[in-house]
């Protein structure tokens, strides 16, 4: 398990790289260049330069999270290929660095959706909170104001420039179904999956968050179904997913555990959060502590020890805690309890592991 924190960037984060590599066992970043528009071209010299800045604190950015996908390329527009192609230029410079993995997402027009960034938990830390009636009864516009406007930082997946033409965008998928979405990406992957393995850079899509359909906008990275389907698509090592248990896990019909053990070979990066759920169908994010949450957060980072897991892990979000003041769900605090909860379950499996092995040792001594 190769621990890794995401970080925004100088000027963009609360979190500084000095602290971050003081959290035990976290040996890289998760980053982007978050001022890129989707569809852009990352220069050669902008990468090179995140990389000479992380290894000052000798942190590797084998991560990236996210290369944007434009919408032309969800939507199954004329002028897709100028777009693919400028994303497989992207792909190339960054392995000049030696990024191994790209998480992406194939949502169209939102990415993540939250109702308040800062929702009262008992303990009155505050975290990610999703009310479902006020959703269903939300204008789009009213959620953008809500979330791309924090005063602090913008918010990944909420880029202004990214909503400029929202109306534009929602009448565009106005006839698109989650099989034009599903043709869609499929003939994404199928131009940059070949790129992926001569550069030795790996695909990893990240589910819908929350995994269903909002606003009348398909969705198609759901369930577990949803996730088998897409890795079929290019039946190559290098199209795989980033499994975040907080993004699936609001589903109840999704089994976090039972998916790690199918998808195994196809898993390259492990988002791993916790989520209290109500039965009216709310949700607030937690701390990563299995007994604060509705998942079974031992019993996935068990999953991972025992498929024998090598790819990357990062805390995903956390709730504000001890008077932060950081971009919502990403400050320094909740994510660094949640990585020595996530590497002290690792190391109790590793340790069971290996006393099970002495154990059947001395049975075979003691019959010899």
Same mark, same amino acid.
């Given at each position: +398990? ?10 963009? @984060? ?12 976290? !040996? ?43 919408? =032309? ?7 897709? @290929? ?12 960054? =392995? ?10 194939? +949502?169209? /027009? ?21 009310? !479902?009636?006020? /959703? ?18 913008? +918010? ?11 109306? &534009?965008?929602?009448?565009? %998928? ?23 393995? &001569? ?32 890795? =079929? ?16 896990? /609001? ?42 949450? =509705? ?13 024998? %897991?090598?790819?990357? /892990? ?15 769900? %990403? ?21 069971? &592991? ?12 003691? !019959?010899?």
């Amino acid at each position: +398990m190769n621990m890794v924190f995401r970080w925004f960037g100088e000027g963009n @984060d609360s979190v500084t790289l000095s602290q971050i590599r003081q959290i035990p066992g976290v !040996k890289g970043l998760v980053w982007a260049l978050h001022d890129i528009p989707a569809g852009d071209i990352w220069p050669l010299e902008r990468i090179q330069e995140c990389r000479r800045i992380a290894d000052k604190y000798h942190l590797h950015l084998k991560v990236v999270e996210s290369v944007n996908i434009h919408e =032309s390329i969800k939507l199954g527009s004329p002028d897709r @290929d100028v777009y693919i192609a400028n994303y497989i230029q992207t792909i190339k410079n960054l =392995s000049t660095i030696g990024v191994k993995v790209i998480c992406y997402n194939f +949502m169209p /027009v939102f990415d993540w959706i939250r109702t308040d960034l800062f929702g009262t938990l008992p303990d009155k830390s505050t975290a990610l909170f999703y009310e !479902k009636a006020k /959703v269903e009864n939300m204008d789009p516009i009213e959620l953008v104001n809500r979330i791309a406007t924090n005063p602090e930082y913008t +918010m990944p997946g909420w880029e202004p420039e990214r909503l400029e033409a929202l109306k &534009e965008l929602f009448e565009a %998928y106005l006839t698109v179904t989650t099989e034009d979405l599903m043709a869609n990406l499929q003939y994404f992957l199928e131009r940059v999956i070949p790129v992926c393995e &001569e550069y030795d850079v790996k695909m990893a899509i990240h589910p819908d968050d929350p995994p269903w359909e909002m606003f009348g906008l398909p969705r198609i990275v759901t369930t577990k179904e949803r996730l088998l389907e897409i890795t =079929s698509l290019v039946d190559s090592h290098y199209n795989g997913i980033t499994l975040c248990s907080g993004a699936l896990g /609001v589903r109840k019909d999704n089994n976090i555990v039972e998916m790690i053990y199918e998808l195994k070979d196809r898993i390259h990066f492990a988002h791993i959060r916790n989520v209290k759920l109500f039965n009216n169908g709310d949700f607030i994010e937690t701390s990563h502590y299995t007994a604060d949450g =509705s998942l079974p957060i031992d019993k996935i980072v068990k999953a991972y020890h025992e498929i024998g %897991y090598r790819g990357y /892990v990062r805390p995903d979000h956390g709730r504000h805690i001890w008077d932060e003041v950081c971009r919502p769900g %990403y400050g320094l605090y909740d994510r660094a309890l949640g990585v020595m909860y996530l590497s002290g379950l690792w190391d109790a499996y590793q340790l069971s &592991e290996r006393v099970g092995e002495t154990d059947v040792t001395n049975k075979h001594k003691l !019959k010899g």
